[in-house]
């Protein structure tokens, strides 16, 4: 996957360790599904299909914060995602172990979001959720 000069620059800036986990996590997401993209927005990277899915805030503080814009909306059940508002959900990265780890519940929200947003054919081999899976709890705050 190719990264635009914007969004290299925007990683830089990040600094270890936080660029570390940002890059891994923008890796999963868009290597998920075909129609999913990352673009810069509100000074942020975000990620998108037929609207916005995510973006990452509190950029200068760990545990790395990964905000799920509509997150309510997405069909599925996925254990780390916080929150208990109507729209917005979180899920937070300690580091990149914790990013590894969660890896297939971020694949399965992105193919969710697409498969919700529609449009586009996706490649089905790559967009079928996996089966359920045992995940480790969340990391205490």
């Known amino acids: 996957m190719k990264i635009t000069p914007d969004i290299e620059r925007w990683f830089a800036q ?6 570390r986990v940002m890059r891994r996590i ?3 997401i868009v290597g998920a599904d075909p129609r999913m993209t990352a673009y810069l927005k ?3 990277l975000t990620f998108a299909h037929g ?7 509190q950029l200068k503080k760990t545990p790395v914060t990964l905000m ?3 997150g309510a909306r997405i069909p599925g059940s996925f254990p780390h995602l916080e929150g208990e508002g109507p729209t917005a ?3 937070r990265f300690a580091d ?4 590894e780890a969660l890896a297939f519940e971020l694949r399965d929200l992105a193919i969710a979001w697409c498969g919700l ?4 054919d996706a490649k089905s081999a790559r967009t079928k959720p996996r089966a359920a899976r045992s995940f480790r709890p969340p990391t205490p705050k």
Do not use: K, S, W
């Open 14 to 19: 990040r600094g270890a360790p936080l660029e």
């Open 26 to 28: 923008h890796e999963i």
């Open 42 to 44: 509100y000074g942020t």
């Open 51 to 57: 609207g916005d899915l995510a973006a990452f805030v």
């Open 68 to 70: 799920f814009n509509r």
């Open 89 to 91: 959900r979180f899920m």
């Open 96 to 99: 990149l172990a914790e990013a």
């Open 117 to 120: 947003q529609g449009g586009g």
